[in-house]
């Protein structure tokens, strides 16, 4: 099996990046139980990824005590990257995403990845309504700055994925600007919220993994079930990424 490295990223916060690191990180569990699968968390306001005991995850502050991005420790993130091996998966605080994607450009971190044998993916996010706008320009800044296969993710949690023109995001001009550079498109659908959604807000709410929930009292037969469905569905969409896996 080749090294693979996850990197979320997305200028935006609130968006769902810590969501999504915790649905790569099960989902590598899933497919490949016998790997290392290693998280790290760089946000230094909602270390939400690492407070999920279920998942192994590091957290690895990049902030000095003045609240100021210290370069160098990105170093010690980059050198755990280059040193570790089975899938690594990174989720990178709104706080941090100019700073880490300029560190990225600075050091040809990608290229340093990929020489050393690391298959690296960027996942960003994509949401709909309100925030299309400034989610889709933060996929065109990393698109243009790194050459790594992208995972787009849209999540409908916001609001349907279409432009005041009435296009679908998928019918843009900065989707199809760097369509060969997608890797895979994983769609969040909006589910009903006093079923679906509620499910998952308390499952995340509890910083419970979807083995978690299956392994709880505190969640009925049916909510288990919609929790099935929803990993199912999604893994689903991972499945038709080509992760390279041997």
């Not at 690191?21 to 270390?47: R, S």
């Not at 320009?137 to 050459?147: E, L």
Request: aromatic share 8%; net charge negative; hydrophobic share 40%.
């Amino acid at each position: 099996m080749h090294n693979i490295v996850n990197l979320i990223l997305q200028g935006k916060g609130g968006i769902g990046k810590s969501f999504i690191a915790t649905l790569i990180a099960q989902y590598a569990i899933h497919k490949e139980p016998e790997q290392v699968v290693t998280g790290y968390d760089t946000d230094q306001e909602n270390t939400t990824f690492a407070q999920y005991q279920g998942l192994y995850v590091e957290h690895i502050p990049v902030m000095t005590p003045d609240r100021e991005i210290n370069s160098k420790k990105f170093d010690v993130l980059i050198e755990k990257l280059l040193t570790g091996t089975g899938i690594a998966i990174v989720d990178n605080g709104a706080n941090t995403f100019a700073p880490l994607l300029a560190y990225l450009q600075e050091n040809d971190v990608i290229n340093l990845l990929q020489e050393n044998g690391k298959k690296v993916f960027i996942h960003t996010i994509v949401g709909g309504g309100d925030v299309m706008s400034d989610t889709a320009n933060g996929f065109n800044s990393i698109a243009n700055c790194t050459d790594a296969s992208i995972v787009l993710w849209l999540n409908e949690h916001f609001g349907e994925m279409v432009t005041s023109e009435g296009k679908h995001f998928t019918e843009t001009k900065v989707f199809h600007t760097h369509r060969d550079r997608i890797a895979g498109v994983v769609n969040l659908k909006m589910r009903k919220s006093t079923t679906f959604g509620d499910d998952i807000r308390r499952m995340t709410s509890r910083r419970f993994t979807i083995k978690d929930v299956m392994d709880s009292e505190e969640f009925s037969i049916m909510e288990k079930q919609r929790m099935t469905t929803f990993a199912r569905e999604t893994y689903a969409e991972l499945d038709k990424i080509d992760w390279r896996w041997k």
